[in-house]
C-alpha cells in the first residue's frame, strides 16, 4: 500500500482546512487510516482514525481535535478526508496520513509523506 497526503497550506486562526490521504494497493492489506500530527519541537500526535472495511466507517479522535476535525472516507477514490474547523495556532504540524493492518489503527503498516498546515494570521 501506498499513500499521498496533500492539503496543507497557509489558514487563518479559526479557519478550515481539508486534507486529503489518497491510497493505492490492495485494500485487503490494511483495514484502517490513521492520521497524525507532527508539530516542531514536539512528539508525533496521533488526530485520528477510520475504519476501512467496515460498512460503517467507524472513526476516533484525539481529545485535542474533537468537535473541530472530521475524519470521512471514499472508498470509491481511495481517499480518506481530515476536515479542519476552528484551526488553532496549536494545530499547526506536519500532517502524515498512515495505513493500518487494524480498523481501530493501533498496528501502522506504511506511512505517507506529510503535508504542511500553518495556521497564522
Known amino acids: 500500500v501506498q499513500l499521498q497526503a496533500s492539503g496543507g497550506g497557509l489558514v487563518q486562526p479559526g479557519g478550515s482546512l481539508r486534507l486529503s490521504c489518497v491510497h493505492s494497493?490492495?485494500?485487503?492489506?490494511?483495514?484502517?487510516i490513521a492520521w497524525f500530527r507532527q508539530a516542531p519541537g514536539k512528539e508525533r500526535e496521533r488526530v485520528g482514525c477510520?475504519?476501512?472495511?467496515?460498512?460503517?466507517?467507524?472513526?476516533s479522535y484525539a481529545d485535542s481535535v474533537k468537535g473541530r476535525f472530521t475524519i470521512s472516507r471514499d472508498n470509491a477514490k481511495n481517499t480518506v478526508y481530515l476536515q479542519m474547523n476552528s484551526l488553532k495556532p496549536d494545530d499547526m504540524a506536519v500532517y502524515y496520513c498512515?495505513?493500518?493492518?487494524?480498523?481501530?489503527?493501533?498496528?501502522?503498516?506504511?506511512w505517507g509523506q506529510g503535508t504542511k498546515v500553518t495556521v497564522s494570521s
Open positions: 494497493g490492495p485494500t485487503l492489506d490494511f483495514n484502517g
Open positions: 498512515a495505513a493500518a493492518i487494524d480498523s481501530q489503527c493501533r498496528v501502522l503498516k506504511r
Open positions: 477510520i475504519a476501512i472495511s467496515s460498512s460503517d466507517g467507524r472513526t
